[in-house]
């Protein structure tokens, strides 16, 4: 079945592709209407060495990017995206989920602090509270370990909460989802139809040749009812009969047609015009063939004129 084809079925079962298709719609506007618009901010902080490890750099804390901050940032994040620290977080207002990590493809201790919700104000609103409390929560880590004042590392906002992008990746994935079953679903439906419109009238031409054949009344080739024995007898083996027994119909016409294609000599014309005054129905097909030329096997079923041979 080709493109053109898969159309004109289409064309022809609107009726069916109609409905699918509105349900494909339906299906869309749901998903529209059930999972909203999703809106994420993000901000990036980094930690920096302490004033007494950057007396050999002049001071700048830039200068100095020790490993030890790198592991130091995993285990901040680790600690933000637990649960005590999110239901901290629900505490001081903050709405959404968050999440706190390295950043991606980062040559020095640099860390993601994204929040996602569904309304843009709260969560840009929780993405500047996420910020704080990292810093905070890195202070508490160092105060806990009596860590000098000049000795702890501190954290810098590299890149302020940003404004709240939209997120339509999963929400569009699940439209193109909920399209395509509708759709297939559409399809499957109007070819079903097709094909089941298609059988009917098959079946009812493989039924109609039953019907007839096994119908008592019908005649057969002899003029008889199939329920008589006799008839069904007669039929079934032509060749046993007498010669001299009249014929039917359909075989003195065959008979004479293979007759009159034939040009009989002098002497069977004269035996043909003695014949003539017998009637039609009595006589034998085989009276008038020429004892010289027999009668082709096929148009007179295997008989032989013995009238011909008694003309003789």
């Known amino acids: 079945m080709d493109l053109a084809e898969i159309f004109r079925v289409m064309r022809r079962r609107w009726y069916v592709l109609l409905p699918g298709l509105l349900l494909t719609g339906g299906l869309i506007a749901a998903v529209l209407l059930l999972i909203p618009v999703t809106y994420q901010s993000q901000s990036t902080v980094q930690l920096l060495n302490s004033p007494k490890a950057t007396v050999a750099y002049g001071g700048n804390p830039f200068l100095s990017t020790q490993t030890s901050l790198t592991g130091m940032a995993d285990s901040l994040a680790r600690n933000l995206n637990s649960d005590d620290s999110v239901r901290e977080l629900k505490s001081r207002g903050a709405t959404g989920t968050f999440e706190a990590k390295i950043a991606d493809n980062a040559q020095g201790p640099l860390m993601w602090l994204t929040v996602t919700g569904t309304e843009k104000k709260a969560v840009l609103a929780s993405d500047r509270i996420l910020t704080k409390y990292a810093g905070e929560r890195l202070e508490q880590f160092q105060e806990e370990q009596s860590v000098e004042p000049k000795a702890m590392i501190r954290m810098t906002t590299i890149v302020v909460p940003q404004p709240p992008v939209a997120q339509t990746t999963t929400r569009l994935q699940y439209m193109v989802m909920a399209g395509g079953l509708g759709l297939v679903l559409s399809l499957v439906a ?123």
């Open 190 to 312: 109007v070819f079903y139809v097709e094909a089941r419109r298609r059988s009917h009238p098959s079946k009812r031409a493989a039924d109609a040749p039953e019907s007839t054949t096994d119908s008592p009344d019908t005649p057969d080739s002899t003029g008889t009812g199939s329920g008589s024995g006799f008839g069904a007898a007669d039929a079934a083996d032509p060749a046993e009969s007498p010669v001299t027994a009249p014929r039917s119909a359909s075989e003195e016409s065959a008979v004479e047609r293979t007759i009159a294609l034939r040009t009989p000599p002098a002497w069977a014309r004269s035996a043909g015009s003695r014949s003539a005054g017998e009637p039609q129905a009595g006589r034998s097909a085989t009276a008038v063939a020429p004892a010289t030329e027999p009668l082709d096997e096929e148009s007179t079923s295997g008989q032989r004129s013995h009238t011909g041979q008694r003309d003789r």
